[in-house]
């Protein structure tokens, strides 16, 4: 299922190095006159072990014998350079050509009469036909310090991508890329890459401590190296391995990381400022999501920022939500299994190319969501699956490892540095790239042992039960974590079940004895499947379901809601959001304007898929994207699908516009029902309320029959009404049952209120009404 690229294509041979290391690169200088090199004495010999095992990567330090180090009687020097045909160290103006040991390594003592401790030195390494001027790597201190090693044993580095990766740095006054990796089991690590033609030999990294981080860092090279990490596994083999924190990485198929450094000015300093000024709770939120590679096929991040962020403007959306944007192997996936966590995908950019984007989005006032995929990653045998040989980042039990819907692996959430690695992750989107929000995939899957296993594959937990402690710990750790260090954020959660208190803070605790998860919101996967069942009824049959349409507001109250229309309601079989509707083409259309004024009204914020807001007939396709051509006016139902785009737009201008419908969304006193029990009409009539008492009345009529003289209870305090938003209109391609005149009250009781008033009722259609 996903993409692989062999071993050929990222790593080569001795002979394959042995042909190529004479060709000159960045740092090499032709053979110049020079002073003859003077003979050093011997240095100590390199001991049987050490040697074979940094020819054989496995040794935890070759700092330790590599480079220069005080012994009695001066400074010995031993180099690791395997293919050199001489190598000879420069001291300012003292040269000394090295001894060839065999095997690629040269050493040799410089009299400590002539060089008082250990100098700076660089090295003239001969390979044939040409001579190349270095910095030895193994002359440098650790680029890591204690604090970050504490922080990374402990679990608690929740900048973790400073620390790991690889970064162009300056360290002690040379030009360079400190690279460092989590790999606890491997008997050796080495990095490997483009600058030494795939063959890690002469790279061994060191092993800090009982950390489990390696670390190296190599002078001379910097942004735009392809590497990847050599790891020598507990049995002995090797494995090549993309960079886990890698930044930025080869576009698919391709799988090298890439070294990287930012060099993008943001621009968005007003809307940080202000993003967080009004809780999202009682603020607009109306989301458009988008999946980038196909909303426009072919555009990059840079050309997405020149018509995406006009386009979103034009029909009212608040923010947009990105389906997956870190990296991953296969696009069929739509990226939702991850192999590059820290790196958005190459296919479209650069990591800047894509704040860019983002930047552009918030500099039009539009926020940006993203999904993020902390429940598990696919077993790419270049990426995470055993990444030092056993089990890392996967549950060591197989049974809660492999995840039994998708064939990936679950992340172990009891494992502190598996923890980090995810919680520095949310952080780094929403800090590196302004990220506003996170909706975190397949939190169900996460939240139970026992999801989609069979009786006898699953474990319960130290209580008999069959909640995942682990996940719940994490999940909590990851919302007060992203709450604290980013004000304005909001996590929301695609969480399917009746876990008690996915939105309730995680320090008060609920009926199940858990503290909350600690989410902002919550997708309300409830309401989206009964009221998507209830639309597809024939109306005929509609009155025997009609609970399928007000069952949600007995819970709406009980978590902070988004109503989600999204990608995963208009695929593999689905059907479109408007070719679910029963009709003909009118009728189609006719309930798809409806259903959106219903949702768009009713408690909760609202999230529609790109090519549902000018109800496209077909399937989404990743490959395709929308059928943006039902809009071309050539075509010639084109004012079809304009006028449900039109209705989106001005669906979203009205919502923004009226407080009553997002104000108090998580309050039920901004909510009152005048008939909800209408089935024999198929009519659904409530009142939304703001802050300050002002309603807006909202009717949802769901039967192909014009009602004349329907009459409703309204408030008695409400001199007049008037129609802001009717789905019949015939600017949306209704059949224009409106009504442009006020309509007053009578004193005539109805549905519990002392007043009502008398409307048409338009065939398959909403209205709302305000206080003239």
């Known amino acids: 299922m996903t993409s692989k690229k062999s071993a050929a294509q990222h790593s080569s041979g001795k ?61 010995a020097f031993r180099v690791f350079r395997p ?74 580095h929740e900048q973790l991508w400073q620390a790991l990766g690889a970064h162009v740095t300056t360290h002690q006054g040379v030009a360079g890329t400190r690279f460092a990796v989590w790999a606890p089991n491997a008997r050796g690590v080495r990095v490997t890459g483009g600058f030494c033609f795939w063959d890690g030999t002469g790279f061994p990294m060191r092993s800090l401590g009982g950390t489990g981080v390696w670390e190296l860092f190599v002078p001379g090279i910097g942004e735009g190296e392809l590497y990847k990490f050599e790891i020598t596994r507990p049995d002995g083999s090797r494995t090549q391995r993309a960079d886990p924190l890698a930044r930025r990485t080869e576009v698919p198929p391709a799988t090298s990381s890439i070294v990287h450094a930012s060099h993008h000015e943001w621009g968005d300093a007003a809307w940080l400022a202000r993003r967080g000024d009004t ?26 920022a020149d018509v995406l962020p006009a386009y979103v403007t034009e029909l009212g959306f608040t923010h947009v939500e990105l389906m997956p944007v870190a990296e991953h192997p296969f696009g069929g996936s739509w990226g939702y299994q991850v192999t590059g966590f820290y790196a958005p995908t190459a296919r479209l950019g650069t990591p800047d190319d894509f704040k860019y984007l ?18 598990h990653f696919p077993r790419d045998d270049w990426a995470l699956a055993a990444f030092d040989g056993r089990p890392l980042y996967e ?16 992340f172990d959430f009891g494992r502190r540095e598996v923890r980090n690695f995810l919680v520095a992750n949310a952080v780094y989107w ?41 996940a719940v710990a994490f999940l909590q750790e990851m919302n007060a974590t992203v709450y604290r260090r980013c004000p304005g954020v909001v996590t929301i959660a695609e969480e399917s079940t009746a876990w008690d208190g996915v939105t309730r803070p995680t320090h008060h605790r609920g009926p199940s004895g858990f503290g909350g998860l600690g989410f902002g919101l919550k997708w309300n996967m409830g309401w989206m499947h009964d009221s998507l069942q209830y639309m597809a009824h024939d109306p005929v049959h509609r009155a025997y379901h009609h609970h399928e349409m007000t069952f949600s507001m007995v819970y709406a109250y009980s978590e902070n809601y988004v109503l989600p229309i999204s990608h995963d309601e208009v695929v593999h079989g689905k059907r479109s959001l408007v070719s679910k509707m029963p009709g003909d083409w009118w009728q189609q259309r006719a309930n798809l304007r409806a259903y959106l004024g ?15 807001e000018f109800a496209q007939g077909a399937e989404w396709s990743e490959a395709r994207g929308p059928d943006w051509w039902l809009l071309d006016p050539g075509y010639g139902a084109a004012a079809d699908h304009r006028g449900v785009r039109d209705l989106v737009r001005d669906l979203n201008a009205v919502y923004r516009a009226t407080p009553a419908l997002w104000q108090r969304d998580t309050d039920p006193a901004g909510f009152g029902w005048i008939t909800g029990d209408a089935a024999d009409d198929n009519v659904f009539a409530f009142l939304r309320l703001d802050a300050d008492g002002s309603p807006l009345l909202a009717v949802t009529h769901l039967a192909p029959v014009v009602r004349h003289d329907y009459r409703l209870g309204v408030p008695e305090d409400v001199p007049a009404w008037r129609e802001v938003l009717n789905t019949d209109a015939a600017r949306y391609g209704g059949g224009d049952v409106v009504r442009p005149d006020v ?30």
């Open 430 to 470: 929403c800090e590196e790239f302004h990220i506003d929000g996170l909706r975190v995939d397949a939190v169900a899957s996460m939240l139970y042992l026992d999801y989609s296993r069979e009786p006898g594959r699953w474990t319960p937990n130290e209580h008999g039960g069959r909640e995942n402690l682990d």
């Open 15 to 75: 002979s394959r190095a042995a042909q190529r290391a004479g060709r000159p690169q960045a740092g090499q200088v032709p053979p110049q006159p020079a002073p003859p090199p003077r003979e050093p004495a011997a240095s100590p010999a390199l001991e049987a072990d050490d040697r074979a095992r940094l020819l054989h990567g496995t040794h935890h330090d070759p700092h330790s014998v590599l480079g220069a180090h005080p012994v009695p009687g001066g400074v």
């Open 395 to 410: 549950h060591h039990d197989p049974l809660r490892a492999a995840h039994p819907d998708w064939g990936t692996l679950e």
């Open 358 to 375: 983002v930047d552009r989005l918030h500099q039009a006032g539009i926020g940006v969501l993203m999904d993020w995929v902390p429940a």
């Open 279 to 304: 809780p999202v709770h009682e603020a607009p939120f109306s989301v458009y999501e988008v999946h980038l590679p196909s909303w426009r096929p072919g555009l990059t991040y840079r050309e997405l």
């Open 598 to 612: 219903f949702m768009w009204a009713h408690p909760g914020k609202q999230l529609l898929f790109m090519g549902q």
């Open 83 to 156: 293919y050199a045909r001489a190598v000879t160290v420069v001291c300012g103006t003292l040269r000394a050509e090295l001894h060839d040991d065999g095997d690629g390594f040269y050493s040799g003592l410089l009299p400590g009469t002539e060089v008082a401790g250990v100098p700076e030195y660089r090295l003239l390494v001969a390979y044939d036909g040409t001579v190349r001027e270095t910095e030895d790597a193994y002359r440098f201190l650790p680029t890591l310090g204690e604090l970050d090693l504490h922080l990374i044993g402990e679990g608690r």
């Open 743 to 772: 309509v007053k009250p009578e004193a005539l009781g109805r549905h519990g209120r002392p007043a009502s008033i008398r409307l048409t009722l338009p065939p398959l259609a909403t209205m709302w009404l305000r206080p003239a």
